[in-house]
């Protein structure tokens, strides 16, 4: 079993910086392509981010292309989402999920395809 437990949600202003984090125990994180996915009030579940296991790729929605970076430690068995430039329409739960990587060559971008996820974390941007 995998648990997920994201954090460093809040509130921010527009244009401002948020990182979160999504810490993984259970299993072996290398193991692990890692996808940050998040959800509007009324809206459909949406790609945000997703990183390979190793960290090699990386692909990201366009709209949040050049603001947002994602990364990984596989030392801290963490992923990051580190968010800058944001925007009132960023405004969502942010929920992180993890897919084994014998399950995809590359790290998919459809919610799908992940096995685990954890609960979310709130990020509101005010314009």
């Known amino acids: 079993q995998v648990q997920l437990v994201e954090s460093g949600g809040g509130l921010v202003q527009a244009g401002g910086s948020l990182r979160l984090s999504c810490a993984v125990s259970?299993?072996?994180?290398?193991?692990?392509?890692m996808g940050w996915f998040r959800q509007a009030p009324g809206k459909e579940r949406e790609f945000v981010s997703t990183?390979?296991?190793?960290?090699?790729?990386?692909y990201y929605r366009n709209s949040v292309k050049g603001r947002f970076t994602i990364s990984r430690d596989n030392a801290k068995n963490t992923v990051y989402l580190e968010m800058n430039s944001v925007k009132p329409e960023d405004t969502a739960v942010y929920y992180c999920?993890?897919?084994?990587?014998?399950?995809?060559?590359?790290?998919?971008?459809?919610?799908?395809?992940?096995?685990?996820w954890g609960r979310g974390t709130q990020v509101t941007v005010s314009s």
């Open positions: 259970g299993r072996t994180f290398s193991s692990y392509h």
């Open positions: 990183i390979s296991w190793s960290g090699a790729t990386t």
């Open positions: 999920a993890a897919v084994p990587r014998d399950a995809n060559v590359d790290p998919p971008q459809f919610d799908k395809a992940y096995d685990y």
